[in-house]
Structure formats: C-alpha cells, structure tokens
T-cell receptor
Framework: AQKVTQAQTEISVVEKEDVTLDCVYE???????LFWYKQPPSGELVFLIR??????QNEISGRYSWNFQKSTSSFNFTITASQVVDSAVYFC???????????????FGRGTQLTVWP | AAGVIQSPRHLIKEKRETATLKCYPI?????VYWYQQGPGQDPQFLIS???????DKGSIPDRFSAQQFSDYHSELNMSSLELGDSALYFC?????????????FGPGTRLTVL
C-alpha cells in the first residue's frame, strides 16, 4: 500500500533562512509520481512540482529546489531565502502510474506547516 | 489560464439535510477527482471519474454519490448530512489521455453542518 510520511508537523524560520521539508514514501509500485502541493491560509491547493519514478534528476525553480532519492524513498523540498509569503502548509503526495486503468488517486502526507517570520 | 471551478464556495446545512457540490474541470481535462479535507487533516480521496465513468472509489460514505456529466462537469451529492461531514471538499482535474497526470485543484467548497 502507498504511504507518505512528513515527519515535520511544524517548522518556523525567520525570513531569508533556508528551510527543507522532508518527505518519505512507501510503495510497491515500480512506476509512480511524486508531487508537492502548497496550501496557503486561503485554503486552495497549489501544484508545485511532479516527478516520475524514472527521473531522479533534482530540479530547481527559482528559490525552490527538490531532491529526489529513490534509494532512500525520499523527495525533499528546499526553499532558499524564505519569505513571509512562503508561510503555508506543504503537502507531499504520491500516485500510481497505470496506463492500463484509470487509477491515479493521490495519497497525501499529513503536511508540514511552515511559518516564516519577518 | 482557466482553472477548476467549484460551486458553491461555502455551504451551511443542518444535520440530515442534503447538499450538492459542483465541479467544472479545466477545459479538455477528462478526469475528475473528489477529495475531502477535515480540519487540520490531509485531503482524503473520495471518488474519481474518467470519461464520465467512475474510475476509482475511495473512502466515500454510502450517503454520498457522484457523477460526471456529458460536458465533463461533476456533482457530488451528499445526503443525511452529519456533523462529521463538515470539511473542505476539493475537486481536481487532469488530462490522462494526453499524458498529463497532474491533478489541478479547484478552490474547494467549505461545507459546514450544524
């Protein structure tokens, strides 16, 4: 069965600090997707990144970077030079890749509440 | 760019009443998913539809039903509402046949059951 663990429930940092959000996953599938979503106080879920299990290249997008390591089943997210607007709950999620069926539900971790203080 | 539209955004109901939530996916998206997020919880998958057919079913109570219509919009019908049904209900859409398996979420419907 799929499982996503975000061990950090809450993190507080001061503006301009770097912060890393951890995500560890379990799956018996050999092909799968990993995602990060951001949920600001307004409540919507904002897509940040998708990674498939065949692509272990790290990715950088502005102040955001992601480190995918299949060997440790981890998909960590780093925010460089954090800003107050980064304050939100961040969810890591996993879904299967199955072209033969139409599955694809997301399994979410419990989320990490990030608070960035000015 | 067009996003997923959900209506209503807020809904207040009494116990034992019924509620209908609507979802309009991103144009040309063929798959719709429904999730329920309780206070302080992560979103939990309820049900999904691909090309108007139910494709997967999660922890959806028997009191709930859903369908996807010919124009691809979807409705989640909830009957005999209970206090525990108070939650944020998200709809998401994706374009599986075009190889875009990313689920884009709507703003959610906040349901309060009194």
């Amino acid at each position: 069965a799929q499982k996503v663990t975000q061990a950090q429930t809450e993190i507080s940092v001061v503006e301009k600090e770097d912060v890393t959000l951890d995500c560890v996953y379990e799956t018996r599938d050999t092909t799968y997707y990993l995602f990060w979503y951001k949920q600001p106080p307004s409540g919507e879920l904002v897509f940040l990144i998708r990674r498939n299990s065949f692509d272990e290249q790290n990715e950088i997008s502005g102040r955001y970077s992601w480190n995918f390591q299949k060997s440790t089943s981890s998909f960590n997210f780093t925010i460089t030079a954090s800003q107050v607007v980064d304050s939100a709950v961040y969810f890591c999620a996993l879904s299967e890749i199955d072209r033969g069926s139409t599955l694809g539900r997301l399994y979410f971790g419990r989320g990490t509440q990030l608070t960035v203080w000015p | 760019a067009a996003g997923v539209i959900q209506s209503p955004r807020h809904l207040i109901k009494e116990k034992r009443e019924t509620a209908t939530l609507k979802c309009y996916p991103i144009p040309r998206h063929d798959t719709v998913y429904w999730y329920q997020q309780g206070p302080g919880q992560d979103p939990q998958f309820l049900i999904s539809f691909y090309e108007k057919m139910q494709s997967d079913k999660g922890s959806i109570p028997d009191r709930f039903s859903a369908q996807q219509f010919s124009d691809y919009h979807s409705e989640l019908n909830m009957s005999s509402l209970e206090l525990g049904d108070s939650a944020l209900y998200f709809c998401a859409s994706s374009a599986r046949t075009r190889g875009t398996d990313t689920q884009y979420f709507g703003p959610g419907t906040r349901l309060t059951v009194l």
